[in-house]
Antibody, heavy 117, light 110 residues
Framework: QVQLVESGGGVVQPGGSLRLSCAASGFTFDNYGMHWVRQAPGKGLEWVAFMRYDGSRGFYADSVRGRFTISRDNAKNTLSLQMDSLRPVDSAIYYC??????????WGQGTTVTVSS | QSALTQPASVSGSPGQSITISCTGTSSDVGGYNSVSWYQQHPGKAPKLLIYDVNKWPSGVSNRFSGSKSGNTASLSISGLQAEDEADYYCSSYTTNNIWVFGGGTRVTVL
């Protein structure tokens, strides 16, 4: 069955960096585009970034463009999100999700990022 | 990248039908048949209910149905059940490989 397992969350000071990972299994990883979606405490869902199936190009929400970098390693079935210049407003649960017909078809359980001094 | 507009809350009695609206613009909802809907129970990851405006993923109940008219999409839930009490989000693809979510709707089963 499809599994997406996020890791790498934690507590970081403002201005710091963190790298999230999403380990995929149960499907042919390099056939699918992949997303990162986040949810701040008590708030709604916010799309963060998308990586094409072949890793050729990433796309970003305005709120993170220039600070976050999405990447993937199709040989290791892994999606990553490098987060730099973190701000308190970046505190959230970060989910990776598989793209299907422009929808977020499968979701991981999420990893929590807290940006605080 | 403005969020799509959803009502904050909708309620209904068991067995009734409810509808949740999702209003965007011609750059997102109105411009693409790429609207999707998600259900999220507290402390859980979201679950895909509808994609491509009105298609069901495998395993999703046909009590959930989607539609679109102009810049507004809708999710209908028929035969409301206690387990349907959750948060619901719409999403749309927009230009330049950007996606946007609605603010979410809390559904309460009375």
């Amino acid at each position: 069955q499809v599994q997406l397992v996020e890791s790498g969350g934690g507590v970081v000071q403002p201005g710091g960096s963190l790298r999230l990972s999403c380990a995929a299994s149960g499907f042919t990883f390099d056939n699918y585009g992949m997303h990162w979606v986040r949810q701040a405490p008590g708030k709604g869902l916010e799309w963060v970034a998308f990586m094409r199936y072949d890793g050729s190009r990433g796309f970003y929400a305005d709120s993170v463009r220039g600070r976050f970098t999405i990447s993937r390693d199709n040989a290791k079935n892994t999606l990553s999100l490098q987060m730099d210049s973190l701000r308190p407003v970046d505190s959230a649960i970060y989910y990776c999700a598989r793209n299907y017909h422009y929808a977020f078809e499968e979701w991981g359980q999420g990893t929590t990022v807290t940006v605080s001094s | 990248q403005s969020a799509l507009t959803q009502p904050a809350s909708v309620s209904g009695s068991p067995g009734q039908s409810i509808t949740i609206s999702c209003t965007g613009t011609s750059s997102d909802v109105g411009g693409y048949n790429s609207v999707s809907w998600y259900q999220q129970h507290p402390g859980k990851a979201p679950k895909l209910l509808i994609y491509d405006v009105n298609k069901w993923p495998s395993g999703v109940s046909n009590r959930f149905s989607g539609s679109k008219s102009g810049n507004t999409a809708s999710l209908s839930i028929s035969g409301l059940q206690a387990e349907d009490e959750a948060d619901y989000y719409c999403s749309s693809y927009t230009t330049n490989n950007i996606w946007v979510f609605g603010g979410g709707t809390r559904v309460t089963v009375l």
